[in-house]
T-cell receptor, first 114, second 111 residues
Framework: DVKVTQSSRYLVKRTGEKVFLECVQDMDHENMFWYRQDPGLGLRLIYFSYDVKMKEKGDIPEGYSVSREKKERFSLILESASTNQTSMYLC?????????????FGPGTRLLVL | GQNIDQPTEMTATEGAIVQINCTYQTSGFNGLFWYQQHAGEAPTFLSYNVLDGLEEKGRFSSFLSRSKGYSYLLLKELQMKDSASYLCAVRDRRGYQKVTFGTGTKLQVIP
């Protein structure tokens, strides 16, 4: 079974803090994704990475950066957290092989910025 | 870009059949996914359609019409545990790893 893990289930941070969200997958997938999910807005893509050290902006990259130094790990960084970044953050991974393959999601991190 | 529309909420009775619709307008198309998401949990994969027609998997079926930009998810013999949000997601041909999600349909199953 594919396993995608995220470093925290719940996180509380203060405005202006630097926040790191970590995601690790154990299936050697090439592609990894960070989404945020908000009521009424659905899942929105922040950044994705299709290879080590490669990254592409998603639909809402402002205020975020990412790092992929190793294939299994994809980090999302909030350089200076703001209250409008309070959200559920979901990481996913996907193999290059097989168009019909689904994305596999981690359990999510619920971030509250005070 | 992609535009994906789903009803926000639906209610159905235990044991009944419910159809959740999804319409999309996209610049490219390379497959449509349906996911189930229980409250506070991650989405889990239900189905994938890339060709027109119906795909059946047990109590769940998914239909696609590419010419109409339309899909539906059909849930039969509804159970209380089917209460969840159902997400439609479209893969853009331009970068096949990337998908765009609809806002989801929250289904409540009542006794």
């Amino acid at each position: 079974d594919v396993k995608v893990t995220q470093s925290s289930r719940y996180l509380v941070k203060r405005t202006g803090e630097k926040v790191f969200l970590e995601c690790v997958q154990d299936m050697d997938h090439e592609n990894m994704f960070w989404y945020r999910q908000d009521p009424g807005l659905g899942l929105r893509l922040i950044y994705f990475s299709y290879d080590v050290k490669m990254k592409e902006k998603g639909d809402i990259p402002e205020g975020y950066s990412v790092s992929r130094e190793k294939k299994e790990r994809f980090s999302l960084i909030l350089e200076s957290a703001s209250t409008n970044q309070t959200s559920m953050y979901l990481c996913a991974s996907h193999p290059d092989r097989g168009v019909a393959e689904t994305q596999y999601f981690g359990p999510g991190t619920r971030l509250l910025v005070l | 870009g992609q535009n994906i529309d789903q009803p926000t909420e639906m209610t159905a009775t235990e044991g009944a059949i419910v159809q959740i619709n999804c319409t999309y307008q996209t610049s490219g198309f390379n497959g449509l996914f349906w996911y189930q998401q229980h409250a506070g949990e991650a989405p889990t994969f239900l189905s994938y359609n890339v060709l027109d027609g119906l795909e059946e998997k047990g109590r769940f079926s998914s239909f696609l019409s590419r010419s109409k930009g339309y899909s539906y998810l059909l849930l039969k013999e509804l159970q209380m545990k089917d209460s969840a949000s159902y997400l439609c997601a479209v893969r853009d041909r331009r970068g096949y790893q990337k998908v765009t999600f609809g806002t989801g349909t929250k289904l409540q199953v009542i006794p």
